[in-house]
C-alpha cells in the first residue's frame, strides 16, 4: 500500500503529514553532535535535544536549516530519517511518495538540496511544492499570503493555483527575539538569555501602541554578576517587534504594487492570510489590515498552516 506523507521541514520544526491521517509527527528541527578527535558524533535528535545538559563546551545544538536554506543535507536527510523510522519503524520507504514544501522562488540548486535530504532518508518519490501553494485555501480567486515563521518569511500573491509573484525574506521570529535582548540588555545593564527574550515577546509582545502588558524578567546585572528581577513592558519593546513587521509589509506592498490592476482588485475582494510562528503576535491582524489597506486574517492553528495544507495539495 502506497503511504502519501507531506513534509514542512523549518528552522524551528520538521513536521510530517500522513494523507487520510493528518499530522503524524512534530518535534524540533534540531541535532546535538559531540566533537571527538577529528568526527562528530550525534547524541540526540528531535524532541531528544532537550534532555541534553548543555554543559559541555564539545557539544554543538543545532538545526540543519536556516532562513529556509539548508546548510547540511547530511545531516538534514538523518533527522528526517529519525522521524521515519519513529513514527513507522522501518528501515526501508520503498512504498511512500513524500511532498516537502519550500520556500517560494527557490533556485535549483537549492531545491536540488531538498531533494537529496529525502533521498537520505530512503524516500524514492519525491515532489516539491512551494509552501505557500500548501497554505493556499483559494483554487480561482487571487490571494496574497504571509507567512512568517521562526527565521523566514514567505510572501506571495497567488491566482489559480499558481505563484504568479513572490519572495523570501530572511526575517521572522529569531530576528524580534535578538533585537528584544538587545534592547533589554542595553537598557537594564544585564545579560539575558535567549530562552527569555522569546518567552518576553509570547508574553506581551504586542504590535498595538498603547498595549499595557508588562511582567518582570531575571538576569544577571553586567557590574555585580548577581541575578536581579528587571520591569519589561510592551511598550519597551514595540520597536524591536514593530521594525520586523514593517520590513515584511514593506516588501508586500512591493508585489501589490507590480501587480495588474484586474489583480489588485481581486485582492481587495479577499482577505489575506498572515500564517506562520509569528503569526500568533497580538494585534498583527489589525496591524497588517491597517499597513495594507486589506482584510487581514489569522487562522487558527496558524503555526501549522503549512503541514495541514497538505490535506488539500495531496
Do not use: W
Amino acid at each position: 500500500m502506497k503511504i502519501v506523507l507531506g513534509i514542512d521541514f523549518g528552522s524551528e520544526n520538521l513536521t510530517i503529514f500522513k494523507k487520510g491521517e493528518g499530522v503524524i509527527f512534530k518535534e524540533p528541527s534540531l541535532l546535538c553532535v559531540k566533537k571527538t578527535n577529528n568526527n562528530y558524533v550525534v547524541l540526540a535528535l528531535g524532541e531528544g535535544v532537550k534532555k541534553i545538559k548543555d554543559d559541555d563546551i564539545n557539544q554543538i545544538i543545532f538545526s540543519p536549516l536556516a532562513e529556509g536554506v539548508v546548510k547540511s543535507v547530511e545531516y538534514a536527510g538523518l533527522l528526517l530519517k529519525y522521524a521515519l523510522n519513529k513514527v513507522f519503524k522501518v528501515l526501508i520507504f520503498k512504498n511512500f511518495e513524500a511532498s516537502i514544501a519550500v520556500p517560494c522562488g527557490l533556485g535549483k540548486e537549492e531545491t536540488e538540496k531538498y531533494i537529496r535530504i529525502l533521498k537520505l532518508a530512503g524516500i524514492p518519490k519525491i515532489n516539491i511544492i512551494p509552501s505557500p501553494l500548501c497554505i493556499n485555501r483559494s483554487s480561482n480567486a487571487t490571494s496574497l499570503i504571509i507567512d512568517i515563521g521562526t527565521a523566514k518569511t514567505d510572501i506571495a500573491v497567488i491566482q489559480s493555483g499558481e505563484i504568479i509573484s513572490g519572495a523570501t525574506l530572511g526575517l521572522g521570529g529569531y530576528n524580534i527575539d535578538a533585537m528584544i535582548l538587545q534592547k533589554l540588555s542595553e537598557k537594564h545593564h544585564a545579560y539575558f538569555s535567549e530562552i527569555s527574550a522569546q518567552k518576553i515577546k509570547e508574553e506581551i509582545g504586542s504590535l498595538l501602541p498603547n498595549d499595557k502588558g508588562a511582567t518582570q524578567l531575571v538576569g544577571i546585572d553586567m557590574e555585580e554578576n548577581n541575578p536581579h528581577n528587571y520591569p519589561v513592558n510592551t511598550n519597551m519593546i514595540y520597536s524591536q517587534i514593530e521594525t520586523v513587521f514593517a520590513e515584511i509589509v514593506k516588501v508586500a506592498k512591493s508585489l501589490i504594487y507590480e501587480l495588474p490592476e484586474n489583480l489588485k482588485n481581486d485582492l481587495s475582494q479577499t482577505s489575506v492570510l498572515i500564517v506562520g510562528s509569528s503569526a500568533r503576535m497580538t494585534g498583527a491582524e489589525t496591524y497588517f489590515s491597517d499597513k495594507l489597506g486589506l482584510k487581514c486574517v489569522v487562522p487558527d492553528n496558524a503555526e501549522d498552516a503549512v503541514a495541514l495544507g497538505f490535506r488539500y495539495v495531496l
